[in-house]
């Protein structure tokens, strides 16, 4: 039985890549996904969207990875933005008031043109 991978690159953009993510993100999936989206974004200055549709559980490992991956992102000239979380995930960055440091939307559509 083949695995699903824990990232695609779902799409590429003029400025960026639009990455999904899937599974659950927890501590002993969380490195694995630092160094997949730190390796989709070497060498860009572009837009990273991460579409988080088939994310339903999400523990704060996962979220200490996408902050660093903000911070890589910010201190290579890029931006991140978030997109399709659910209610679950969604509820981790507005307890930890980490919805404003990040870029979230609620779609794909609204990520391409933020």
Not at 34 to 42: F, G, N
Not at 74 to 101: A, H, M, T, W, Y
């Amino acid at each position: 039985m083949t695995q699903q991978p824990l990232t695609e690159v779902a799409e590429t953009l003029s400025d960026g890549i639009v990455v999904s993510i899937y599974g659950d993100i927890d501590l002993q999936r969380s490195p694995d996904l630092r160094i997949a989206l730190i390796q989709h974004t070497e060498g860009s200055h572009g837009r990273l969207i991460v579409d988080l549709t088939s994310v339903s559980y999400m523990d704060s490992s996962g979220v200490a990875t996408l902050v660093e991956v903000l911070q890589y992102q910010c201190r290579s000239g890029g931006s991140l933005i978030l997109c399709n979380l659910q209610p679950n995930v969604q509820s981790i960055f507005e307890i930890s008031k980490l919805d404003s440091v990040f870029n979230i939307v609620p779609d794909i559509d609204t990520a391409r043109t933020a």
